[in-house]
T-cell receptor, first 117, second 115 residues
Framework: AQKITQTQPGMFVQEKEAVTLDCTYD???????LFWYKQPSSGEMIFLIY??????QNATEGRYSLNFQKARKSANLVISASQLGDSAMYFC??????????????FGKGTHLIIQP | DTAVSQTPKYLVTQMGNDKSIKCEQN?????MYWYKQDSKKFLKIMFS???????INETVPNRFSPKSPDKAHLNLHINSLELGDSAVYFC??????????????FGPGTRLTVL
């Protein structure tokens, strides 16, 4: 079973609109972290935002916010006032703590976001 | 002031060759990782290395071996390259606090093409 599910392979959004990228996850570990990364066409992986499973408030970083609904096991990324430079692949990822400090991230398949002028 | 760097950025080689990809981080992190991104953009952990402890993803062939000369470096050595090894390989690093907040920072990636 997939641990991270991103159901939107691709999205087209008009510039300046808000965007919500969906992510659901599956874990039995009570302690975990959820991350979003951006991969532009140049290929690098850019960390955007983090949410811990015990965090009471939704994480925010500038125009990025994470809509964390723990009971639904969802961690959607919201980009406000989208810009042309937001066009990229976006990956949701999870780290489960139970495996120890050297665990890697489990990634979803990504959403290809295209911002249209 | 590159935080995580990889060399080379591109690597084109013949089947059967042995090659290495180097990774260095200057963030003072104590855990380093290698990921493989396939042609469909799917990213999968290959290895993590922390204080001389190596954790290997069980799906990684033993032709792949990470080597860490010190805490700031984790190189990836690949023997007897196969066509299916063609991918983008990312190095990453993080602090290991034992919590969920250990953010991983990625290098620029190395695009490996096996002919």
């Amino acid at each position: 079973a997939q641990k991270i599910t991103q159901t939107q392979p691709g999205m087209f959004v008009q510039e300046k609109e808000a965007v919500t990228l969906d992510c659901t996850y599956d874990t039995s570990d009570p302690s975990y972290g959820l991350f979003w990364y951006k991969q532009p066409s140049s290929g690098e992986m850019i960390f955007l935002i983090y949410q811990g499973s015990y965090d009471q408030q939704n994480a925010t970083e500038g125009r990025y916010s994470l809509n964390f609904q723990k009971a639904r096991k969802s961690a959607n990324l919201v980009i406000s006032a989208s810009q042309l430079g937001d066009s990229a692949m976006y990956f949701c990822a999870m780290r489960e703590v139970s495996g120890g400090g050297a665990d890697g991230l489990t990634f979803g398949k990504g959403t290809h976001l295209i911002i249209q002028p | 002031d590159t935080a995580v760097s990889q060399t080379p950025k591109y690597l084109v080689t013949q089947m059967g060759n042995d090659k290495s990809i180097k990774c260095e981080q200057n963030l003072g992190h104590d855990t380093m990782y290698w990921y493989k991104q396939d042609s469909k953009k799917f990213l999968k952990i290959m290895f993590s290395y922390n204080n001389k402890e190596l954790i290997i993803n069980e799906t990684v062939p033993n032709r792949f071996s990470p080597k860490s000369p010190d805490k700031a470096h984790l190189n990836l050595h690949i023997n007897s390259l196969e066509l299916g090894d063609s991918a983008v390989y990312f190095c990453a690093s993080s602090l290991s606090t034992g919590t969920s907040a250990d953010t991983q920072y990625f290098g620029p990636g190395t695009r490996l093409t096996v002919l």
